[in-house]
């Protein structure tokens, strides 16, 4: 889905965005996308095709070696990972999502407090997240460490909510949860977006990420091969395009 | 005696936390030991000597402007070396670190020549209590550790540049994506291992005389005590500072005061052999 001229500005725009590691080919090749404001977008794909790359790109771990990336108009292609979080992109990690020598107070306190120039933060937005997530607000003496898996993805989802991001990058928040935390994680991810964020959704549980999501893009080889709202893709769609060759 | 020899020895240790503490800073947020702390340590010495000697300043003031000194050569060491060698590994970082310490040494060398000096202080007597002899540059060592411990623990634990400095030690990536500069962590981070060494290196010369290997005299306690302690845990190093301390004054029951560095050797090869992680290095939880 490309945005059309009448569109409100998306949220999150690529423009034929290149990725790789050190001196090695580019995993993410050439992926346009503009996502509008407040929707969940899942990007699904077969193992290996690059979706954590692409998220890790968008979140400036990973350097872009051509194309653009706009959050809400503003380029930050060239913006360190600090400074995409001032600009509007959070981003939750797969794995070591929350610093687990920290407490749970410290967590959240260091995901705003180096944050100057970021708008919307404070007492009142930490009070909204806070509502949010009451797992992980009522133990803030606790080391992140000893927390379980679900309780982690929970506290790293408050901790980059606290920054007030304009778009939330989550790699894989389901992954190595119970059936029952990924319920309640998919759950959590639906708050998200009805708090007026909009979502890119990287998901192995391909099944679950389609009953949230509003779109879902297909990457392959790390190229986008499917975009199409999510009620649309069927389960053939997705069997041809995940196959090798299939697409 | 022990008496004597357990002042003594918290005495030593104590001054061993400070360079124990700069070294486990750094290698908790670039995870390579830095050879040069000892180098630091004894160019601290050297600057404010020269502060106090040839300029004339009070001592307290010179030990704050080496401080401030050591501290920017620090960081200027990790601008001009250690950044460009970040992505090459421990081994590459600690090599490079052997040869800053070589290139401060004789930076001083080069300036103060081999001869030994002192700083410009009066004479005071040392005071008894209970048979012990506590002398004034151990009162003053004491004090001036304790405070900096103090505030190097607020610094870690209660505000947002200890909380950054522990987050990045923990897990950089995501410290960047919480909007943490990892590059100005780095350089803080830096600052304070240059500046801590530069007080240990006063302290250290206010008890022997300043001279080109004074930092080396203490480079492998220092190792021991941050080893010990687990590296990259703060509070591991103090106490394993005073552990090294005591041991090695107490060592002098048994064995010869020219041996005593041997005693932090063989607790090195020990920790080696049956316990790498250190005292504190238990994990305490899942990463």
């Not at chain 1, 949860?177 to 708050?191: K, N, T």
Request: net charge positive.
């Amino acid at each position: 889905m490309t945005a059309l001229a009448s569109d409100p500005m998306p949220a999150l725009a690529v423009r034929a965005l290149r990725a790789g590691y050190g001196s090695g080919g580019d995993i993410v090749r050439g992926i346009d996308l503009d996502v509008a404001p407040e929707r969940i977008l899942a990007v699904i794909g077969p193992n290996g095709s690059g979706k954590s790359s692409f998220v890790k790109t968008l979140a400036g771990l990973l350097q872009v070696r051509e194309g653009s990336i706009r959050v809400t108009g503003n380029d930050v292609t060239r913006l360190s990972p600090a400074k995409r979080v001032s600009a509007g992109m959070a981003y939750v990690p797969q794995e070591a999502n929350v610093f687990a020598s920290l407490t749970i107070r410290e967590n959240l306190q260091l995901a705003t407090e180096l944050l100057r120039d970021r708008p919307g933060i404070g007492p009142d937005r930490q009070a909204r997240v806070m509502d949010m997530f009451p797992e992980v607000a009522g133990r803030p003496r606790t080391l992140a460490g000893n927390l379980s898996g679900g309780q982690r993805q929970m506290l790293a989802f408050a901790c980059a909510l606290l920054a007030n991001p304009e778009v939330l990058l989550l790699d894989e928040p389901s992954a190595g949860l119970s059936p029952r935390f990924v319920d309640d994680i998919m759950q959590a991810v639906v708050r998200v977006r009805e708090s007026g964020v909009t979502v890119v959704l990287v998901e192995q549980n391909v099944a679950a990420a389609l009953r949230i999501a509003d779109e879902a893009m297909v990457l392959v080889a790390g190229q986008k091969t499917l975009w199409a709202p999510a009620a649309d893709v069927s389960d053939a769609d997705l069997a041809e395009l995940f196959l090798p060759g299939g697409h | 005696m022990v008496a004597q020899l357990v002042v003594n020895g918290l005495v030593t240790g104590l001054l061993l936390a400070l360079p124990a503490l700069g070294l486990t800073l750094v290698f908790g947020i670039l995870k390579f030991p830095n050879f040069a702390i000892g180098a630091m340590l004894t160019f601290g010495a050297y600057t404010a000597y020269l502060a106090n000697v040839a300029a004339g300043l009070p001592l307290a003031m010179a030990a704050v402007l080496a401080a401030l000194a050591t501290g920017l050569v620090a960081v200027a060491c990790d601008a001009l070396v250690f950044s460009r060698l970040r992505d090459r590994g421990a081994i590459t970082l600690l090599v490079a670190s052997m040869g800053v310490s070589l290139v401060l040494e004789n930076v001083c060398r080069f300036f103060f020549g081999n001869a030994t000096r002192n700083f410009d202080v009066a004479v005071s007597r040392p005071l008894r209590w209970e048979g012990v002899r506590i002398n004034h540059e151990q009162i003053v060592t004491a004090c001036v550790v304790l405070g900096c411990l103090v505030f190097l623990q607020l610094l870690l634990r209660a505000s947002p540049l200890g909380r950054a400095i522990r987050a990045v030690a923990d897990n950089p990536s995501l410290a960047a994506v919480r909007g943490v500069e990892r590059q100005t962590v780095v350089r803080i981070t830096w600052f304070l291992a240059g500046a801590l060494a530069a007080v240990a290196g006063v302290l250290a010369a206010l008890d022997r005389a300043v001279d080109p290997l004074l930092g080396w005299n203490y480079q492998i306690p220092v190792f021991a005590a941050a080893i010990l302690g687990a590296l990259g845990s703060p509070v591991g190093a103090v106490v394993g500072a005073l552990v090294i301390g005591l041991a090695e004054e107490l060592s002098s029951l048994v064995i010869p005061t020219s041996y005593r560095q041997a005693v932090s050797f063989s607790l090195i090869l020990f920790l080696l052999l049956f316990r790498s992680r250190g005292l504190f290095g238990a994990k305490a939880v899942r990463k």
